[in-house]
C-alpha cells in the first residue's frame, strides 16, 4: 500500500497490536535494514477467520489502534481453560521497531509490551500481567496483514489467583495475524 508520497506502508502487531511505519520503495524487496518509521494513523482487527492465542488462552476478538509505530492501544476478548472467559489489554503503549524489509514482508520486533489479562472462571478472577518483547513480527504488505509468531521475549510477571496456569518467570507466548486499515 503506499501513500501520498510514494512510499511504502508496513506495520507490525505486539502481543496482537499493530504499529505501521512507512518505508521507501527501494527497501520493500530488499534485505537492508528498514529506515525509522514516518506519519501514518491506523486501526487493525484479527484477520477474518483468524483467532489469537495469547499465554495459552484463545482470543476471537481484538482491535488495536496506533500512531506511526507506536501501538497506542490494543484489547482482546478470550476463552481459557475450565470454561473461563475474559479480556486483555495493552495497558502502555508499544513501538514496533522494523529490522529487515525482504519480498515485500517487513519484519521486526514490538519493545515495550505490557499487557494485563483477566479471565473469570470457576476459581474466581485470574489477574496476569506479562511484559517484555515480541520478536517474531511481520506485516505482508500485500495483504495489509500482520502476523506474529510465539518467541522469546514476553514474560509473566504477575499471577494471582490462576491455580497455577500462569506463574512468575512463565513465558507468555503470543500468535495471530490481524488486517490493518490505515485512517
Sequence with gaps: MRNRTGRLW??????????????????????EEAPAPLAGA????????????????????????????????????????LGSTGSAALTRAATFSPSTSSGGIVSGSVDGVVIKVQMDGALGLCTITAAGNAPHAAFNQATSE??????????????????????????????????????
Design 10 to 31: 508496513c506495520v507490525a502487531v505486539a502481543a496482537g497490536a499493530l504499529t505501521a511505519a512507512a518505508v521507501p520503495s527501494a527497501y520493500a524487496a530488499s534485505a
Design 42 to 81: 491506523w486501526t487493525a482487527k484479527l484477520a477474518p477467520g483468524s483467532t489469537a492465542g495469547m499465554g495459552g488462552f484463545s482470543c476471537d476478538s481484538s482491535t488495536a489502534s496506533g500512531v506511526d509505530n507506536t501501538i497506542l492501544s490494543a484489547t482482546w476478548q478470550c476463552q481459557g481453560p
Design 146 to 183: 500482520f502476523s506474529m509468531t510465539p518467541g522469546p521475549g514476553l514474560a509473566v510477571t504477575q499471577a494471582t489467583n490462576c491455580a497455577g496456569l500462569a506463574n512468575v518467570g512463565d513465558q507468555f507466548p503470543y500468535s495471530g495475524t490481524h488486517r490493518v486499515t490505515f485512517t
